[in-house]
């Protein structure tokens, strides 16, 4: 596991909705034939619209048993593994990623839920390989670079960090809260404050709910206040 002092780096969202959502749109438009029962994408969506509505338990019980029905459906695998990461079964996670993977090379939500892993099992080198790997196959995918990113704060490399985030917004168009929340971390890590204070509150400004960057925000804002009394 990655030390709670370093583990920030690659927190996402807590709701686990917005996780699973990561694999809905690559297979939802997918038409079911009128003489079938429903496709593998509409028995995932069907599961992931009433995720944030169930215990965990329950939907890792239910993604199990989708994967058992569709071991092919790559979605699927990876909706899978990221509720199994959640609920802590690591090991059924990085099987079904690693099927994933040999079923789709590239696979960006794969992809960056197997860095994670790799990351957190202390295995920086063979994460920064995944993202190597999966770069070559999908330059254009800004997720990739937040996760290279992401290692390189790991690993202190700061500038390469903030390259990192400055072509992942140069993918996306836009600024995103995961990247502004990336940007804090590396400014904090510096010892800009003003610029980690800054980046923080873009974040919550785009992701109110993102308890990491508000609890952050709200230190440099203390730490701000103090400073400043006469």
Known sequence: MIPPSKRPAVERAPRMAALLLL???????VSRPLDRGPSPAERLATVLERSDRVQPERLARELRSLSLASPRHVPTLVAD????????????????????????????DATVLSVRLASEAGDLAGAE??????????????????????????????????R?????????????????????????????????????????????????AA???????SQRSRRERP
């Open 23 to 29: 694999a809905l749109p690559l297979g939802a438009c």
């Open 129 to 162: 390989r995944r993202i190597e790997a999966a770069l070559v196959l999908r330059p254009d995918a800004a997720e990739l670079y937040e996760s290279r990113a992401a290692l390189a704060f790991l690993d202190a490399r700061y500038s390469d960090a903030t």
């Open 215 to 221: 609890r952050r925000l709200r230190a440099l804002e």
């Open 164 to 212: 990192a985030l400055d072509r992942a917004h140069e993918l996306t168009g836009e600024e995103t809260w995961s990247v502004a929340y990336h940007r804090g971390l590396v400014a904090e890590a510096r010892g800009d404050r003003a610029g980690a204070e800054e980046a923080f509150r873009r974040c919550v400004e785009l992701e109110p709910g993102f308890e990491p």
């Open 81 to 108: 593994a990221a509720v199994s990461i959640e609920t802590g079964r690591s090991q059924r996670a990085r099987a079904l990623l690693d099927t994933a993977l040999r079923l789709e090379p590239g696979h960006v």
